[in-house]
């Protein structure tokens, strides 16, 4: 069976994605490796100088999910464009106080409100530009 797993590329700010996720979601980092750690180094020129401490690769245990994450090429510039990463939550509160961490330094897309397919659920970017959707599971009450 296919196992489909996001990889992630935050361009220079991994290290406060994951410190992001691991409060707000209860990430665990279950592997990270520096550029500078690799058993070879980049090649010349595909990195800027200095990024021998960035994230080269790292997997995170969220919740049931697996989500790799690296610094890419360092470019400064992340391009989350065409997908959200979407999760439930046991209720509002809950979706409440994650919302408004992922939000915060980010854009809300849509805000947490009832819908026909769940009492609380809402859209935003965070402050990397990664898509999130947040839901309560059910129906509207």
């Not at 992001?20 to 980092?29: H, I, K, N, S």
């Not at 961490?101 to 859209?123: D, H, I, K, N, R």
Request: one cysteine or more; charged letters at 20%; glycine letters at 14%.
């Amino acid at each position: 069976m296919i196992e489909i797993q996001p990889y992630l590329f935050f361009e220079g700010r991994c290290d406060e994605a994951i410190a992001l996720y691991r409060e707000v979601l209860g990430a665990e980092v279950q592997f990270l490796m520096r550029y500078g750690e690799g058993p070879e180094a980049p090649p010349p020129g595909m990195l800027p100088p200095g990024s021998e401490h960035k994230v080269m690769h790292a997997t995170l245990q969220i919740g049931q999910s697996v989500v790799m994450v690296s610094d890419g090429m360092c470019s400064g510039k992340t391009g989350f464009g065409g997908f959200k990463l979407s999760f439930n939550v046991a209720d509002a509160a809950a979706a409440e106080r994650v919302f408004r961490a992922l939000a915060e330094g980010g854009q809300v897309e849509m805000p947490l409100g009832a819908t026909f397919w769940s009492p609380c659920f809402g859209m935003l970017e965070d402050r990397f530009g990664l898509g999130w959707m947040v839901s309560v599971p059910g129906p509207q009450p």
